[in-house]
C-alpha cells in the first residue's frame, strides 16, 4: 500500500500542500457528483477504507450518522485526521484494508477514497465488503480508472513548449503492478482493466445500476490544470442488489431501492 510513503515526511509535506487536502471536500474535483450518491445517513453506522485526513469521515457525522470508523496504514495521516476532523463519533485506527476484519452485516455505508487502485486483489476486497454491509447497505468508492493506471508512467506526452500533447495508454489488458511518480516520491499502483473491477462486482452479487463518466464543475476549470482532466475520463458507477436481472453486459436503471437491497456505489477517476 501507497499508504505508507505518507509517512515519508516529504512526501507528507508536499501532498498537504494539495488544494485538497487543505481545504477539504468542497475543492475535490468529483464531490459535486460524489456527495448526492451518499444514501441518507441518519443514525447510520459508516466504515471508511482508507480515510486519509478524515473529510469523508466528518462528513458522515455532519450527516447525521451513529458510529464512524476510519480506517488507514499511515500514522501521519491519521495523526492528521485526529487535528482536523476528530469527533466523539469517529474513531481512527491503524489497520490496513486487507486486515481489517469485516464483521458480518456491521455497516449501513462503506467508503473508499482513492485507496482501491492500490490493491491487487479486488474480488477479495468486494466481498469483504459484501459481507459486512446490512442488506440495506452502500458501498460507496472511487478509484483511478483503468485508463489512468494503464498510462505509460501516469504521464502526459508534451511536445514544444511545454504543450500537453496526449496521454499515451499501454499494456491494457495486463493487469498487475505499476510504478509512477507522485510528488517527488515513487508510488506502486495496481492496474486493473475496467471488466476486471466491474465483472468483479457482479459476481459477488452487486448489480450495476448507472455509469456516467463525470467531469470537474465548471467553478474549477480556471484552476491550473483542471481543463486537461477533460481529455481524460473519470468514471461513475452505481449498482444495487436485486433478485433475477437480466442485463447484456450493463444494465443500467432509475428505479428506487428497496430495503431489501445491498447497493453500491463506485466513482473512478484520475487524479485532479
Known sequence: ?????????????????????????????????????????QCKRVLDLGCCYGWHCKYAVEQGAAQVLGIGISHKMLDESQKRNADPKIEYRLCSIADYD????????????????YIA?????????????????TFLFY???????????????????????????DNYFLP????????????????HTLTQILMGLLRIGFVLEAVEEAE?????????????????????????EEKNIKYNCLRFTSHD????????????????
Not at 499508504?3 to 464531490?31: H, P, V
Not at 465548471?218 to 461513475?236: F, I, Q, S, T, Y
Not at 431501492?257 to 477517476?269: E, G, N, T
Open 216 to 240: 470537474p464543475p465548471a467553478n474549477m476549470m480556471d484552476l491550473p490544470g483542471m481543463k486537461d482532466e477533460l481529455r481524460r475520463p473519470m468514471l461513475l458507477v452505481k449498482a444495487t
Open 143 to 169: 478509484i483511478e480508472h483503468p485508463s489512468f493506471t494503464a498510462g505509460v508512467h501516469q504521464g502526459w506526452v508534451y511536445g514544444t513548449n511545454d504543450r500537453l500533447l496526449y496521454w499515451p495508454i
Open 176 to 191: 498487475g503492478e505499476r510504478v509512477t511518480n507522485f510528488l517527488g516520491c515513487e508510488i506502486r499502483k495496481q492496474h
Open 121 to 137: 486483489d479486488l474480488d477479495r476486497v468486494f466481498a469483504n465488503v459484501h459481507r459486512t454491509l446490512k442488506s440495506d447497505g
Open 102 to 117: 469485516y464483521p458480518a452485516a456491521a455497516w449501513d455505508c462503506v467508503v473508499s477514497n482513492l485507496a482501491l487502485h
Open 257 to 272: 431501492v428497496s430495503a431489501s437491497r445491498r447497493q453500491f456505489q463506485l466513482f473512478m477517476f484520475s487524479n485532479c
Open 1 to 41: 500500500m501507497a499508504d505508507i510513503e505518507y509517512d515519508n515526511e516529504a512526501f507528507f509535506q508536499e501532498y498537504a500542500k494539495m488544494t485538497r487536502s487543505q481545504r477539504g471536500l468542497a475543492d475535490a474535483c468529483e464531490w459535486h457528483m460524489l456527495q448526492p450518491l451518499f444514501p441518507d445517513l
